[in-house]
């Protein structure tokens, strides 16, 4: 199997973290009596992921430059506040109720308060010299008592209409016809990567995989995506939901048409595209290289000429960016904005990344591996609620795993560092 998967150039830690979550699937649904792997739970685990997941494609670089970042959950909570209150009391005074600009404005506004969050964040670790655990652990205070101080602890309510598609539920999705339309371009995307990657190394005189490695990737790839796609439009909207959009649409309500597929969250979108981006700029761009340089050794980077210190305000500056959309996802699923928005969701990102084999030493991790990590740690989290277990109780798992985790990126590290081993 070794010999297999090295063929196939597939990560070893990555298989056995999906052949973990799915262990952690089939205990759930034979525990909960099937009410686990069905459409609807996947569907809302998939949301419920959104959100930390967006968050742990910028911790991966975070970590992977050997720093940290404590304040994620903090910043969330400050910047979805900042976000409630332009579109319910600042931007009603100059547009209407509901306004197609509102949601746009609004998170533009989130986006740059967030950047401008991170990069203060980052001066202080790159150019101060402050540890980045001290910078970011006075972030989690500073940030969630600003939370607290925007609205004075309000509750900021109603939000905008279009905003809260962001979100997901109801009308926060895309229906079959469009999810289909997404799987089929996600698949014609796997195929011409994988021609592109194959044509790439030829051209260098690279060593190539086997043919019957190409096609095995790209058939479980594109498999992985009918599965998902089959899933989701498996989950029909409830049937008062179903007759109030064909009465708004004009459509006559009849037995077939009351079936509606939900089809992919936009919430899913969304992490899909951030995932997209951010593995490009890692594995494509200069930036990429000068953060994974950094992660493996920062004095040889500095001495060959990156700037090391701009580096990591730009990469504390794309964490507050991605914080900012994930403030938007969170508060629009719950459709309003609260102080406590994001608490303890540093640690849920934290061990995302750690999980999905980012190593804490920098210098290795991948976006992929954060996203499976991220949906390990929202499993276990829904499947324990889904059982009716105390609260108390999935903290202390999630403690145990997160020191699972860590302990298992400590003996990966060590062995596979080993050349004797």
Known sequence: MTRLLAKMEVDRRLVGLAVVLLVIWISFDI????????????????VQTASVAVMACGMVLIIVTRHIDLSVGAMLG???????VVQTDFLPQFLEYNHPMTWIITLLVG????AAIGGVQGLAVGYLGVPAFIVTLGGLLVWRGAAWWVTQGRTVAPLDHNFMLL????EGTIG?????????????????AA??????????????????AEYTNTLIKAGLVLVAIITLNAYHLPERAAERILEDRGIPVTAENLVISHGIPIPLLIVALVAIVLTIVAKRTRFGRYVFAMGGNPQAAELAGINVKRMTVAVFALMGVLCAISAAISSARLQS????????DELRVIAAVVIGGTSLAGGVGTIYGALIGALVMQSLQSGMALLGVDTSLQSIVIGLVLVLAVFSDKYFHRRYSDPTS
């Open 337 to 344: 904005a609260g102080n406590d928005l994001g608490t303890l």
């Open 31 to 46: 525990a909960s009596g099937g009410r686990f792997i069905t459409p609807r739970n996947i569907f809302n685990l998939s």
């Open 167 to 170: 979100g997901g539920g109801i």
């Open 176 to 192: 079959a016809t469009w999810s289909w339309i997404v799987a089929a371009i996600a698949i014609v995307a796997i195929i011409y």
């Open 195 to 212: 021609i592109m990657e194959r044509r790439r190394r030829l051209s260098f005189q690279f060593p190539v995989k086997p043919i019957w």
């Open 111 to 114: 986006l740059v308060v967030g």
């Open 78 to 84: 400050v910047l979805a506040m900042i976000m409630g």
